[in-house]
């Protein structure tokens, strides 16, 4: 099982990222997929998860009405479009896959972890 984050870098307050997260070892859509963050210092924080299908979305409030979470199962990619980005979002994103039946919102939800992507907001 790989996860492999990407598409981070450095962003101006108010401007946009889209972030891929590229999956391989696995039968991509039997899973749902989460995007996860941790910022210098603080704990790892969750962003947005969505099903294995994509019928199924949800989103930290912090993020809500700013992020949008996507998936495409041809490509066995999820996606994190970030838009209206603030100097707070600043952290390293990690996707994960799902493996149990919990609320998404907690990391022990996840079972195999990507290498993260570094955002950093400049304000």
């Known amino acids: 099982v790989q996860l492999q984050a990407s598409g981070g870098g450095l962003v101006q307050a108010g401007g946009s990222l889209r972030l891929s997260c590229a999956a391989s070892?696995?039968?991509?859509?039997?899973?749902?997929i989460g995007w996860f963050r941790q910022a210098p210092g603080k704990e790892r924080e969750f962003v947005a998860y969505?099903?294995?299908?994509?019928?199924?979305?949800g989103y930290a409030d912090s993020v809500k009405g700013r992020f949008t979470i996507s998936r495409d199962n041809a490509k066995s990619t999820v996606y994190l479009q970030m838009n209206s980005l603030k100097p707070e979002d600043t952290a390293v994103y990690s996707c994960?896959?799902?493996?149990?039946?919990?609320?998404?919102?907690?990391?022990?939800?996840?079972?195999?972890w990507g290498q993260g992507t570094l955002v950093t907001v400049s304000s």
């Open positions: 969505i099903s294995w299908g994509g019928g199924s979305t």
């Open positions: 070892g696995f039968t991509f859509d039997d899973y749902a």
């Open positions: 994960a896959r799902k493996e149990y039946t919990g609320a998404p919102f907690y990391t022990r939800e996840y079972a195999y």
